[in-house]
């Protein structure tokens, strides 16, 4: 079983700082794209940053400048650094990976997964 789990988010105030983190385990074979979205209440799931197993990123123009994404393929995770929050900041995060993982019967499986969600929240 492959799982994401998720750690890092809590209550900031406005203009400080939140580092989040995923990690992936199981029988794992290769990592391709991570990334994180965001889902507030009332609002549409919209895409934060991904980063590609070549290591190139993508941001929402809403974070650029503020948030990093960042991956060490060692471990198995990928990171969203994220300063300079603000009040329209606070949602649940949600860390996502596309993976090939490796079945009991030496097949492989090509998934998506996603994390349980982490809350974050910036008062202001």
């Known amino acids: 079983q492959v799982q994401l789990v998720e750690s890092g988010g809590g209550l900031v105030q406005a203009g400080g700082s939140l580092t989040l983190s995923c990690a992936a385990s199981?029988?794992?074979?290769?990592?391709?794209?991570m990334g994180w979205y965001r889902q507030a209440p009332g609002r549409q799931r919209e895409l934060v940053a991904v980063i590609t197993n070549g290591f190139s990123t993508n941001y929402a123009d809403s974070v650029k400048g503020r948030f990093t994404i960042s991956r060490d393929n060692a471990k198995n995770r990928v990171y969203l650094q994220m300063n300079r929050l603000k009040p329209e900041d606070t949602s649940v995060y949600l860390c996502?990976?596309?993976?090939?993982?490796?079945?009991?019967?030496?097949?492989?499986?090509?998934?998506?997964?996603w994390g349980q969600g982490t809350q974050v929240t910036v008062s202001s």
């Open positions: 199981g029988s794992i074979v290769r990592i391709d794209d």
């Open positions: 996502n990976a596309d993976y090939v993982s490796s079945l009991p019967d030496g097949n492989l499986q090509v998934g998506r997964l």
